[in-house]
């Protein structure tokens, strides 16, 4: 049964030091930067009072401040964006804690909605969101983790190799991460309390591992195949074309 009465705040980790995309949260996409697209679509959905961006850089924390954006300063030492939430929690109460990444420019407003509801009708469960794979291209991708899910929708399994697969490697049906997360608070802190990567998480550099590690089930909510995360200049002109398309 959905509980209205939960606080639910979404935070977008912000991160200026990518390995694959360096400053990447402040690349202009159609002349706005990407950051500044990620909550515009968060604010669709959601009031503005509920979403920060928590970053450990000054050059993200001014650029939101310039377009009126919450921002909570973390740490520079976090080791993934979940734990920046997670250290962000501290100072911002809340009984759910939303995870929109950062480099969800074409972020659809729809599939928050869809994470606000789940996450009020299971306020004790991890969850995160999943669409199917439409191309061989996005299968083969080692950028996008591929999620494998038991019958009633619980990760089995999470990785950016081409699964689920035949005995010859062959692409028959698969699904993809989209990038949005719900987390009660005692999932985050047991997240955060661990001060290394879990041995898969580490591995296949997918954070939600780290969970199914520890022992917390996840569950997956379906959402639309609206999103392109940009983790290379090659997704930036994607993400451009279709910004251009969808008149964003």
Partial sequence: ??????????VIPARYESSRLPGK????????????????????????????VATDNLRIKNVCEQYGIQVVMTSSDCLTGTDRIAEAAKSIPADIYINVQGDEPLFDPDDLRAMVSSASEHP??????????????????????????????????????????????????????????????????????RTSKTQLEEIEDIEILRFLEMGWEVRMISLSTMSIAVDTLHDVALAETAITQRLL
């Fill in 124 to 193: 004790n469960d991890v969850l995160n969101g999943y669409c199917v794979i439409e191309s061989e291209e996005q299968y083969r991708s080692t950028t996008i983790p591929k999620v494998v899910m038991r019958e009633d929708k619980r990760l089995l399994y999470m990785s950016r190799a081409a699964i689920p697969t035949t005995k010859s490697h062959e692409f028959i049906q698969a699904w993809r991460q989209v990038c949005v997360y719900a987390f009660p608070k005692k999932a985050l802190e047991s997240f955060a309390n």
């Fill in 1 to 10: 049964m959905e509980n209205s009465s939960l606080e639910v705040i979404v």
């Fill in 25 to 52: 949260p402040l690349i202009e996409l159609c002349g706005l930067p990407m950051i500044v697209r990620t909550y515009q679509q968060c604010a669709k959905a959601i009031n503005p009072k509920q979403i920060y």
